[in-house]
Structure formats: C-alpha cells, structure tokens
C-alpha cells in the first residue's frame, strides 16, 4: 500500500499559529491535488523515497482575496517529507512553504509547516 488516495488532514504554521484543515489525493501516475479550507488549491507531484516514506511539491497560485495579503498572482510552492502507517492509515509530514513572486521568482517569504492526516475510506 501507499499514499494513492484521498487524505484529510491539518497543517500547522507555528510560526503563525495556525492550522489550516486540508484535503489532499494522490494518483498512481504521481500527480496529487490539494485544496484548503481558505479555498486555496494546488497542483503538484510526489514520488516515493524510502520505505513508508515519500516526497511531494505542491504548487499554487495567490488569488484575491489572501488571507495574509500576498500579491495576487505569487506563486506558493509546498515541499514536504512525509511518512504514511499502513496499519493506522495516517500520515506525518514536515516541510518548507515559500511564496515567489515577479520576473525573478523573487522570496517574499519562507515558513515551516508541519502535517498530519488520515486516508479516507469507507469505514469511516
């Protein structure tokens, strides 16, 4: 088993002091998908890196609206390192949010997020 299939799950900001709840699903093709509960979503890859073990990078675009007053248009990229329990179906991850923008790809900034989150199914 891996981490094909839909996840529900929180990532935590400290250094904002937040937790956002999100959703997340992942194909066998290593294409997965993630939405928010901002409303923000993105697109990304994944590919497994040891055992239990996978790496991801997630994209997204800022939209009116942004909750920390991005400009619109910056571009979000979520890298993160996880570790899926078969027998418990969860998942644990860490890893470096950076929003870019401009020309250049210019840093507006960099934040630590950590993640937990449980895989979907039936019996729930």
Do not use: C
């Not at 891996?2 to 250094?15: A, K, L, Q």
């Not at 890196?49 to 997630?58: A, D, F, M, R, S």
């Not at 890298?79 to 840093?107: A, I, P, Q, W």
Request: hydrophobic content about 30%; proline content about 3%.
């Amino acid at each position: 088993q891996s981490i094909v299939g839909t996840w529900i799950g929180e990532s935590t900001f400290p250094e904002f002091g937040i937790v956002l709840k999100d959703v997340s699903t992942y194909s066998k093709e290593k294409v997965m998908t993630a939405t928010n509960q901002n409303g923000a979503t993105g697109h990304g890859i994944w590919r497994k890196v040891g055992k239990n073990k996978y790496e991801t990078k997630l994209v997204g675009i800022v939209e009116p609206g942004d909750p920390i007053g991005l400009p619109v248009g910056a571009i979000a990229t979520f890298r993160l390192l996880g570790t899926f329990d078969k027998r418990t179906g969860s998942s644990t991850g860490s890893g470096t949010l950076t929003y870019t923008f401009g020309e250049n790809n210019d840093v507006l900034f960099e934040t630590q997020v950590t993640t937990i989150s449980r895989r979907i199914t039936f019996d729930d």
